[in-house]
């Protein structure tokens, strides 16, 4: 099965609200990235932790190896948030990212 | 933030030609990988490269596919000879430091879009 479990598959968020997306791992990870992938298919990094809690603007990670998750929240959501986010393991022992599936974010006025 | 640089954006070849990727990584990275993504699904890894070796490669590492980079200039993705179910979006990553390190955030290319017809 998937090593990188990512929910929900698919989020409408209206401006100025805010949600949670989530990562669960079925095997120990090292470290997580998070990115946003937009409309021309780049990935921009937002977040890379090998513990706790990160906060950039309106975002903030969390990583807890221990329980085998990681998180991403967006607040006050801007209509620039829409795109795909993906969370992106470091496996341990490996030297490689294995990816989720994907949340497509849609941002509406 | 630190930049790598992928150059075609696009490509369109047939099917049986060769075809060479190229990636230009972040100035001071030594660690090079490359990733597939086949529209609408999720990125997979293929390989990765330091010193001049391939350390690690996954199964869609074809043995028609190869790797290098000559005197610090680009890191390459060769394929030859193509197949249609090479037709995928290919991005070029690189790192300071290797994944085991608390450096090994990778950074990505914009990604180069191949059409295998």
């Known amino acids: 099965g998937d090593q990188v479990e990512q929910s929900p598959s698919a989020l409408s968020l209206h401006e100025g609200t805010g949600s949670a997306l989530r990562c669960n791992f079925t095997?120990?990870?090292?470290?997580v990235q998070w990115f946003q992938q937009n409309s021309r298919g780049s990935l921009i990094n937002l977040f890379y932790?090998?513990?706790g809690t990160k906060e950039n603007g309106r975002l903030k990670s969390t990583f807890n190896s221990k329980e085998s998750y990681s998180t991403l929240h967006i607040r006050d959501a801007q209509l620039e948030d829409s795109g795909t986010y993906f969370c992106?393991?470091?496996?341990?022992?490996?030297?490689?990212?294995?990816f989720g599936k994907g949340t497509q974010l849609i941002i509406q006025p | 933030g630190p930049k790598v640089l992928q150059i075609p954006s696009h490509q369109i070849i047939d099917m049986g030609q060769m075809v060479t990727l190229n990636c230009d990584p972040v100035?001071?990275?030594?660690?090079f990988y490359w990733y597939k993504q086949i529209l609408g699904q999720q990125m997979e890894f293929l390989v990765n490269?330091?010193?001049?070796?391939?350390?690690?490669k996954s199964k869609l590492f074809k043995d028609q596919f190869s790797v290098e980079r000559p005197d610090g200039s680009y890191f390459t993705l060769k394929i030859q000879p193509t197949a249609l179910e090479d037709s995928a979006v290919y991005f070029c990553?690189?790192?300071?430091?290797?994944?085991?390190?608390?450096?090994?955030?990778?950074?990505f290319g914009p990604g180069t879009r191949l059409t295998v017809l």
């Open positions: 990553a690189s790192s300071s430091d290797w994944g085991g390190s608390n450096y090994a955030e990778q950074f």
């Open positions: 992106a393991a470091h496996t341990e022992g490996a030297d490689r990212l294995t």
């Open positions: 095997t120990t990870m090292r470290a």
């Open positions: 490269f330091y010193n001049g070796k391939v350390m690690e």
């Open positions: 932790l090998a513990s």
């Open positions: 100035s001071n990275h030594l660690y």
